[in-house]
C-alpha cells in the first residue's frame, strides 16, 4: 500500500495525520495512495490559523490580491496537466472532461481579479441634510468552503478565490474522494505567493465529518458557510449553519428538464440533450435528467436522439466510462429496472450489460418515464435519461416543475419570443435557451432554486462581502 502522501496544510505548513484513509481509483479500484485525515483538533487549527492571518489579509490592497490572483491563472495553466492527471486518477474522468476543468478553472480566476475594480461602495442621500452617509463593503473573516469531487478543478476554484479576492481568509474542506487534486488547487494560489493561513486545506475520512463539520461551522471566527454538494448533505449543513445563525451559500441536487418544443431544431436539440445527459457520466449537478418533448414530435426525435447516441457513445470497442463509484451504477440500473416494471421502455442502451469493471456503465435511454416511476423523480447523477411527452406548453411547464429541484433547465425552439415565456416560468436557477443544461461560466451568477440551494457563485462580491453604514456630520 502507498505511503500517505496527501498533507492538510494549516498556516503554510503540511501536517500529516497519525490517522489516515485510502485513496481508490473508480477507474481500476486500486489504491492510488493515503491521504491524511483531519480531527477536530485539526480543523479547529486550520480555522484558528485563518483567523490570525485574516486583520493583515483584508487589509491588503485590492493591487496585491489582484496581482496574485493573475499570477495564480499563469500558474494554473503552466501545471495544467499534473492537475488533470490527479483528476483523472481520483475521479475517473476522462481526458475531455478534464481539459473542460482547467479551462474554466482558469477563466474563473482571472475572471475574479478583473472584478477587484468593482469592489466598492456608495454614498447615498440620506434625510438629514446636515449629515451624510457611505455604505462600505468590507469581508466577512473566516470563510469555511466545501467542494465536491465531480468537477474538483473549477468548483475548488470557485468555492475560495471570490472569497479571498474579496479580503476573507479560507478553511477548504476538500472531499475525500479527491484530496490531492484540490490540495494542488490550492497549491496554486499559494505558490503565486498568497501569504500563509489565508488559506487552509484539510480533508478528512467520512467517518470524522459528522464531527469535523460543526466544528468548524460552530467556531465563533467562521463567519459563513459556502458548500457544493448533494441535497441531502445540504440540508444538513444549513441546519448547522442555522443553529449557529451563520449565512450559507449552496448549491445541491438537480433534476434539470429539456424541454423540445414542436418547432425545434431536432438535430440541435438531440445533440445538447445527449450532450447534457452523458457528459460526465451524467455526473454534473446540471446534468439532463428529463427530456420533456411535445407528442406530436416525440417519434421523430427519439430517432434523431438514438443516432445522437450512437455517434458519439456507441463505439462498443471503446470501454465504457466510469462513475465514481460501484454504488452509482448500482442506482442508476435499480432506477431503469423499476422504469421498465411500470411500463417503461429503454430507447437506447442496455441496463443489462455487464463492464470490465462495477464502476462503469454506459448511457441508458428511458422513454414512456411517468410520475410513478421512481426515476421521475429521483435525481440520478449517473449516464441514466428520462423521456416525458407532453400535450402543450403549459403541460411542459407543469411537468419541468414537478420536482423538488430547481438548477438548471433548457427550452428548444426556433421562436426565441416563444422561449423565453418558456423559460421565465421555469422554477430554475438558469434556463439556457437551444443549448444543455450544463453551463457554468464566471460571468454569470449560479445557484438554484427549491432545493438546489440558495446564493449565488459568480458574478461578482455580493456573497463574499458585507455592507456598512457609516453615518457623519457633513459639516465638521
Not at 447615498?124 to 465531480?150: C, D, H, K, Q
Request: a negative charge.
Amino acid at each position: 500500500m502507498a505511503s500517505t502522501n496527501v498533507p492538510l496544510v494549516i498556516g503554510g505548513k503540511e501536517v500529516f495525520t497519525v490517522e489516515t484513509f485510502d485513496v481508490v481509483s473508480p477507474a481500476t479500484g486500486k489504491v492510488l495512495y493515503q491521504s491524511s485525515s483531519a480531527n477536530v483538533d485539526q480543523a479547529v487549527a486550520a480555522v484558528e490559523a485563518a483567523a490570525e492571518a485574516f486583520p493583515e489579509w483584508s487589509a491588503t490592497h485590492v493591487n496585491e490580491r489582484r496581482a496574485i490572483l493573475l499570477k495564480a491563472s499563469q500558474i494554473i495553466e503552466a501545471r495544467g496537466e499534473e492537475l488533470k492527471q490527479a483528476m483523472r486518477d481520483e475521479t475517473g474522468s476522462d481526458p475531455g472532461w478534464a481539459d473542460i476543468n482547467l479551462k474554466i478553472a482558469a477563466e474563473n480566476i482571472v475572471h475574479t481579479a478583473s472584478h477587484l475594480v468593482n469592489l466598492e461602495g456608495r454614498m447615498p442621500t440620506v434625510g438629514n441634510p446636515s449629515r451624510e452617509a457611505l455604505i462600505i463593503r468590507e469581508p466577512y473573516g473566516v470563510i469555511f468552503s466545501m467542494a465536491p469531487w465531480n468537477a474538483p478543478l473549477p468548483l475548488g476554484v470557485r468555492s475560495i478565490i471570490w472569497a479571498i479576492a474579496a479580503g476573507n481568509t479560507v478553511v477548504l474542506k476538500g472531499s475525500e474522494m479527491c484530496p490531492r487534486t484540490l490540495q494542488l488547487v490550492c497549491s496554486v494560489l499559494w505558490e503565486a505567493g498568497l501569504p500563509p493561513g489565508v488559506l487552509n486545506f484539510i480533508t478528512s475520512a467520512p467517518a470524522n465529518a459528522a464531527a469535523v463539520t460543526p466544528a468548524i461551522i460552530s467556531h465563533p471566527a467562521v463567519k459563513k458557510i459556502n458548500f457544493t454538494g448533494s441535497t441531502t448533505v445540504g440540508r444538513i449543513i444549513a441546519k448547522t449553519a442555522g443553529e449557529n445563525l451563520k449565512p450559507v451559500l449552496l448549491e445541491l441536487g438537480g433534476k434539470a428538464p429539456s424541454i423540445v418544443l414542436e418547432d425545434a431544431d431536432l438535430a440541435l436539440a438531440a445533440q445538447h440533450c445527449v450532450i447534457g445527459a452523458f457528459l460526465n457520466t451524467g455526473q454534473i449537478c446540471m446534468s439532463t435528467e428529463r427530456i420533456l418533448v411535445h407528442e406530436s414530435i416525440k417519434d421523430a426525435f427519439g430517432q434523431q436522439l438514438v443516432a445522437t447516441a450512437k455517434a458519439m457513445y456507441g463505439n462498443e470497442g471503446q470501454e465504457a466510462p466510469v462513475l465514481i463509484n460501484e454504488a452509482a451504477v448500482v442506482k442508476n440500473k435499480a432506477l431503469v429496472e423499476d422504469a421498465v416494471s411500470k411500463g417503461a421502455t429503454i430507447l437506447y442502451g442496455d441496463v443489462a450489460a455487464t463492464e470490465d469493471g462495477k464502476t462503469r456503465m454506459r448511457p441508458i435511454v428511458v422513454s414512456g418515464v411517468k410520475p410513478d416511476m421512481n426515476v421521475y423523480k429521483t435525481e440520478s447523477f449517473g449516464p441514466t435519461v428520462s423521456i416525458i411527452s407532453f400535450a402543450s406548453e403549459e403541460d411542459a411547464i407543469s411537468i419541468a416543475n414537478d420536482t423538488e429541484y430547481g438548477l438548471a433547465a433548457a427550452v428548444f425552439s426556433k421562436d426565441l419570443r416563444r422561449a423565453l415565456a418558456v423559460a421565465k416560468k421555469i422554477e430554475t436557477g438558469a434556463v439556457h435557451i437551444n443549448w444543455m443544461t450544463p453551463h457554468d461560466e464566471a460571468a454569470l451568477p449560479h445557484g438554484g432554486a427549491k432545493a438546489s440551494g440558495y446564493g449565488r457563485f459568480g458574478g461578482g462580491f455580493d456573497e463574499w462581502t458585507r455592507t456598512k453604514s457609516i453615518t457623519f456630520d457633513s459639516h465638521i
